[in-house]
């Protein structure tokens, strides 16, 4: 059987977002690899620190993908700085397109702590022979003891199997198993698909905030702010075929193509050109408005707000 404790030298491939204007929208993307000692990330955030310095801009992790040896995360850096080499700055930093960002949100773990100034909490699992607890305190199952769960309870005894099974690492399945970071969008529908309801809903992904999209294949939307995932399932739906609908709201178009003065509008650029969302909208407002796009396209979406816990 192999082991599935998760190895301390992690090799990575990793995604860094620089924003030149000061805020959480990356202007530029640096694709790298590394071998990172999991155990310490306080030593991981040289690597940032080094690249912050002498630089105004805000730089912060977006993203990792783990792999199995060292070769292998080399590799993927390599094969993913020649995939996006038309958008290339300088180095190895890549001018943040929608289609960047599309594949590490599709593709790497999410919001881990690798990089952060404290050290991680030690989770304690269950053995295979014992029942975790039912308490007030751990009742609540995160979505790494969920996972492991449902993988043993399919009668995949180790993290390689359920590995071989999507078309992951081993080291990918386990970050997310010892809740180090949260699937991306690919992986996460493929355990859907496998487990079923028992990995629904992603509870941390949508812990904390007041607006949350749930898309047809099974995948959330919630970002920190909430106008954010108000424009990313606009954009996930298509900003242009929203923009057919010739909504209005506060005498403007919901979707402009220009700035009005004194409207509150925030900037949007994709693939296929600039626009600007009417952003002076209350979340009641919000769903409202995404409802009423999803029946005229004929979109399975379901939307909730004021969703502070688990939903």
Not at 117 to 145: Q, V, W
Not at 156 to 180: F, N, P, T
Not at 295 to 311: A, G
């Amino acid at each position: 059987m192999s082991n599935d404790n998760q190895d301390e030298k992690q090799p990575l491939a990793y995604f860094f977002a620089k924003s030149n204007f000061g805020d959480n929208q990356p202007d530029f993307i640096k694709i790298g690899h590394t071998i990172t000692d999991i155990s310490k990330p306080q030593t991981n955030l040289k690597r940032l620190k080094t690249l912050q310095t002498g630089n105004e801009a805000k730089i912060w992790d977006i993203g990792v993908i783990p792999f199995d040896t060292p070769d292998d995360a080399s590799r993927e850096e390599k094969r993913l700085q020649s995939q996006f080499g038309a958008f290339r700055a300088e180095g190895e930093w890549f001018i943040a397109t929608p289609r960047i960002l599309k594949f590490i949100k599709n593709y790497a773990v999410q919001h881990t702590d690798l990089f952060t100034e404290e050290e991680p909490t030690e989770i304690e699992k269950p053995t295979e022979t014992e029942e975790p607890t039912k308490t007030e305190e751990t009742k609540e199952m995160s979505f790494g003891d969920r996972l492991a769960e449902a993988r043993k309870s399919a009668g995949m005894s180790s993290q390689k199997d359920l590995a071989e099974k999507v078309g992951y690492s081993r080291s990918h399945i386990a970050l997310i198993e010892q809740d180090r970071g949260k699937p991306g969008k690919s992986l996460y529908k493929k355990l859907v698909e496998l487990f079923g309801d028992s990995l629904e809903p992603p509870t941390e992904t949508i812990s904390g905030n007041i607006l949350a999209v749930k898309m047809e294949d099974g995948s959330w939307i919630s970002e920190y702010k909430e106008i954010d995932t108000f424009i990313e399932v606009i954009k996930t739906i298509g900003i242009e075929r929203v923009k057919e609908l010739n909504k209005k709201e506060a005498g403007i178009p919901l979707i402009a193509d220009k700035q009005y003065p004194d409207k509150r509008q925030k900037k949007v650029e994709t693939e296929t050109g600039t626009y600007y969302i009417f952003a002076g909208l209350a979340n009641v407002r919000k769903k409202k408005i995404l409802d009423n796009i999803a029946v005229r396209l004929k979109r399975d979406i379901k939307v909730f707000i004021n969703q502070v816990k688990s939903i």
